[in-house]
C-alpha cells in the first residue's frame, strides 16, 4: 500500500473519530444537537384558536353598530357566562386587573383595611389593592399546590383584616373549604381570582362560584381569551348592583336586570356612586361567546392529557407533579406546571433544565412567577406618588417586610412551567415531554461540563 493511501486512510479514521466524539459532546439541542421535536415539521397547538364562527359573530356587531354599551352580545354572554359558573350573576368589564379593583370596592374595602394574598401570583393580584387604597398582605403558598396557604392566611389576621383574595395559580385549586371556613370566622370577604381557572372545579363546585365574588381574566393568553377582557361574577344582589354600577361610572343597573333582584342601592331615583368606565365592548363580547362554548371540550383535552403526563412525572426521578384533590378539573390550567429536583440531575441547576427542555421540545418552558416581595412588577413605592400617603401606609404596602421561604424556592429551585396549549394536541405529546426530561437527566452530565466551561 501506498504511503499516501495509508495517510488518507488515516485522515479519515481520525475524522470519523472525531465526528463520533462531536455526536457524543453535543447529543442535547441546547448544545448543538438534533431537538426530540421538529417544529417546523410538527408545530404545537396554535392559541388562540378560532374559525368562521368568530368572524361571523364579530361581523355582526360590526355590522350593528352597536359596538359596545350593554350591547347584545355583552347581555348573552353575561348570562350564560353567570349559568356557566353556577352564580346569579356575570358582568363582562375591560380586564382581569380592574375586575379584582372593582370587587375590592364593591366589598367596601379602603383606606386603612389590609387584604390577604398569595405571594406567588401575578402581580394584579396586590396591586389591585393598593389600587384602592387598601394594604397587601402577602403571604406563603403550600409546598404541594402553590396555592395560598390556610395556615398562613390565618397567621397573618389582625383588626384590620377585611378580605383574602385566593388565587387558584396554575393546575391546582385553592383549597377553599379552609378559606371559606377562616373568612366566617374572622368575618372577612373573600373575592377568587380566577384568572387561571375558568370551568375549574373542586368538590363539585366551580372557580368562582365559591366566594363572595370571581374574578375572571380573559387576556389573550388566558385559557378563554377575547384578546382582553375580565369578567366579575357573584351571587348575591347587592354585590351584583355595586359591580355593575362600578363598571360603568356609577350608573345604576339598567331597569330590567335590576328589577326582580335588586336589593336599592340607591335611595331615590338620580343617586349615582363614584367609578370610572371599565366596559367591554361588543366585539369583545362577540368572540367570548365563541370561547365559552369551546371551553368544556378544551379543558376536557387537556385535562386528560394533564392526568398522563403527571401519571408519567410521577414515574421518573428528580421530577413531581402537582398535589391535586381528586376532585379537580385538572384541565382548566392556565399552565402546566410541575416540580424539579437538581439533587437527582446531578446538581443542574433548574433554569438550565427549563432552557435545555424548551430546546428539546421548540416550546416555551418557563419559570413560575416572582414571589411578590420581590417582584420587578410589583413596586408600590414607584416615584412620583399617585397620592400623598401616611408613612404608616407607606409601610404596611411595603413589600419587603412580608417573608415568603415557600415561594422562593418554587421559583428559583423547582418551578417548570407550559403554557396550557401545550396541552392541546395528542397523548404523543406528552411522551414526547417525557422523553425530553429523560434526555436531558440521561446527558446531564454533558450539560454540567457545557456550564462549568462558560
Ligand atoms: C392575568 C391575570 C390577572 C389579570 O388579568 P388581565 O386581564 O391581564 O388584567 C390577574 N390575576 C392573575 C392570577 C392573572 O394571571
Keep these: 500500500m501506498q504511503q499516501s493511501d495509508n495517510y488518507a486512510i488515516l485522515t479519515l479514521l481520525r475524522f470519523i473519530q472525531h465526528e463520533e466524539r462531536n455526536e457524543i459532546m453535543s447529543k442535547l439541542a441546547i448544545n448543538g444537537g438534533r ?17 368562521k364562527k368568530e368572524e361571523k359573530g364579530l361581523l355582526e356587531v360590526l355590522k350593528s353598530g352597536v359596538w359596545s354599551y350593554n350591547g347584545p352580545k355583552e347581555k348573552q354572554f353575561n348570562k350564560t357566562f353567570a349559568k356557566f359558573i353556577g352564580a346569579e350573576y ?30 406567588l401570583t401575578w402581580q394584579a393580584t396586590a ?24 395556615t398562613e392566611v390565618e397567621k397573618a389576621i389582625t383588626p384590620r383584616t377585611k378580605a383574602i383574595i385566593p388565587v387558584h395559580l396554575y393546575g391546582c385549586f385553592t383549597d377553599m373549604d379552609a378559606i371559606m371556613a377562616i373568612a366566617r370566622k374572622h368575618n372577612l ?16 363546585k366551580k372557580a368562582g362560584s365559591i366566594g363572595d365574588v370571581g374574578s375572571f381574566s380573559f387576556q389573550l393568553s388566558k385559557l378563554m381569551t377575547a384578546g382582553e377582557g375580565g369578567a366579575l361574577t357573584t351571587s348575591d344582589p347587592e354585590l351584583f348592583e355595586k359591580l355593575d354600577a362600578l363598571r360603568n361610572c356609577g350608573r345604576r343597573p339598567e331597569k330590567e336586570e335590576s328589577a326582580d333582584k335588586g336589593a336599592g342601592l340607591y335611595g331615590s331615583e338620580g343617586d ?11 366585539f369583545q363580547a362577540a368572540l367570548l361567546i365563541e370561547s365559552l362554548k369551546r371551553l368544556p371540550e378544551h379543558n376536557r383535552i387537556r385535562g386528560k392529557n394533564a392526568k398522563y403526563l403527571n401519571s408519567l412525572l410521577a414515574e421518573r426521578p428528580g421530577v413531581q407533579p402537582m398535589k391535586n384533590d381528586k376532585t379537580e378539573v385538572l384541565g382548566a390550567c392556565y399552565n402546566f406546571s410541575f416540580r424539579y429536583n437538581k439533587d437527582e440531575f446531578k446538581g443542574l441547576d433548574v433554569a438550565k433544565f427549563r432552557e435545555a427542555l424548551a430546546k428539546e421540545l421548540g416550546c ?16 408600590p413605592h ?7 400617603l401616611s408613612e404608616e401606609y407607606w409601610q404596611a404596602i411595603d413589600p ?55
Design 364 to 379: 416555551s418552558v418557563e419559570a413560575s412567577y416572582e414571589p411578590l416581595n420581590a417582584c420587578s412588577l410589583y413596586t
Design 382 to 388: 414607584t416615584k412620583p406618588q399617585r397620592h400623598k
Design 189 to 204: 370577604r373573600v373575592i377568587e381570582d380566577c384568572a387561571h381557572k375558568h370551568g375549574g372545579e373542586r368538590n363539585g
Design 127 to 150: 396591586a389591585s389593592v393598593l389600587d384602592v387604597n387598601a394594604a397587601a398582605v402577602l403571604v406563603d403558598v403550600k409546598p404541594d399546590n402553590w396555592c395560598i396557604d390556610p
Design 400 to 454: 419587603a417586610r412580608f417573608e415568603l421561604p415557600v415561594c422562593h424556592r418554587i421559583y428559583k429551585e423547582e418551578s417548570v412551567c407550559f403554557h396550557h396549549s401545550v396541552l392541546m394536541g395528542p397523548k404523543a405529546d406528552m411522551d414526547l415531554i417525557v422523553n425530553a426530561i429523560e434526555k436531558i437527566y440521561d446527558n446531564a452530565e454533558e450539560l454540567l461540563e457545557t456550564v462549568r466551561q462558560s
Design 90 to 119: 356575570a358582568i363582562s368589564a375591560a380586564n382581569g386587573t380592574v375586575t379584582l379593583q372593582l370587587a375590592l370596592e364593591a366589598c367596601g374595602i379602603g383606606l386603612g383595611d389590609e387584604v390577604i394574598v398569595p405571594g
Design 35 to 51: 431537538p426530540l421535536r421538529n417544529v417546523k415539521a410538527n408545530p404545537w397547538p396554535r392559541w388562540p384558536v378560532w374559525d
Design 272 to 282: 349615582f356612586i363614584q367609578s370610572g368606565n371599565y366596559r367591554i365592548t361588543d
